[in-house]
């Protein structure tokens, strides 16, 4: 099978799994609505963030309440995509392993890892979230007066596309430690509030902060890139460090990811 032939096999696979899950989603839509009013309630809450910048008229070195929007929105955007459609999955890992269910799916003639880490989407989570992000996104770009146009669009969507990335890679590697140990709630805690340090710019924090958030565990990449890009606060080393991230974190999952599974078929047997 070719590449192309491989790839449209799991672009329909993921069609079908997104078109199952909204199907069981609506077979309980009272759970399913509650769920979209609970997320709106948070989304309310990460507003509260926005109104205290505009009252308090913060500014974190050059940049303003107005261009401080547009890292919340990005933040708030990708926590749609995180939760909605990786995070549902990841925290099901460790329950695969536990209670031996992992054997079964192991059986299917699909990459397993896809299965595993994106077979549930939840819309619940996801819409809020991405909708909420995207209109943050449209008024910061209007209240900063950008321009239109495919330089900035085109890299705003190139920095999202890899902070998309590097999210899956990242919060996976955390979870494949359950191939090892029991219980991993305190590496769920640590992973989550390693997320939540995204919701502002990284220039709020210490220059060590940068180098680790960067460098060692590159978390700012995922929601300041985009709006450092447009404002011109990137270096072109930052651009290239970026790009090449998540090649760096695609080897190092696969590596545990393998290990961890040799590791389960030896407990197993």
Not at 145 to 166: A, E, Q, T
Not at 232 to 243: H, R, T
């Amino acid at each position: 099978m070719s590449l192309a032939q491989l790839l449209k096999k799991y672009i329909r696979l993921y069609a079908l799994f997104i078109k199952n899950s909204i199907i069981a989603q609506m077979e309980y839509r009272t759970n399913f609505i509650t769920g979209i009013l609970v997320e709106t309630a948070y989304l309310f809450a990460k507003c509260l963030y926005v109104i205290v910048v505009y009252q308090t008229d913060l500014h974190i070195g050059s940049i303003g309440p107005d261009q401080i929007l547009m890292f919340i929105g990005t933040y708030t955007f990708l926590t749609g995509i995180y939760w909605g459609l990786f995070g549902i999955n990841f925290i099901k890992l460790p329950e695969h392993i536990r209670n031996g269910t992992l054997e079964l799916l192991m059986t299917k003639p699909i990459s397993l890892q896809f299965l595993v880490t994106l077979r549930h989407v939840d819309m619940g989570l996801a819409l809020p979230n991405i909708i909420g992000g995207i209109i943050m996104i449209v008024i910061s770009w209007n209240k900063v007066n950008l321009d239109v146009n495919f330089y900035n669009v085109g890299g705003f969507i190139f920095f999202i596309v890899i902070g998309v990335i590097i999210t899956y890679f990242l919060f996976l590697i955390p979870q494949i430690l359950s191939f090892w140990f029991v219980k991993t709630s305190a590496i769920d805690d640590v992973s989550n509030s390693l997320w939540d340090f995204n919701n502002m710019p990284m220039t709020l924090y210490p220059k060590w902060a940068h180098f680790i958030g960067m460098y060692l565990i590159p978390i700012f990449i995922i929601t300041n890139f985009g709006p450092l890009f447009l404002y011109d606060e990137l270096k072109v080393s930052d651009v290239f460090w970026a790009a090449g991230v998540p090649f760096i974190l695609i080897s190092l999952m696969r590596l545990m990811w393998n290990k961890g599974l040799r590791n389960y078929s030896s407990a197993s047997s």
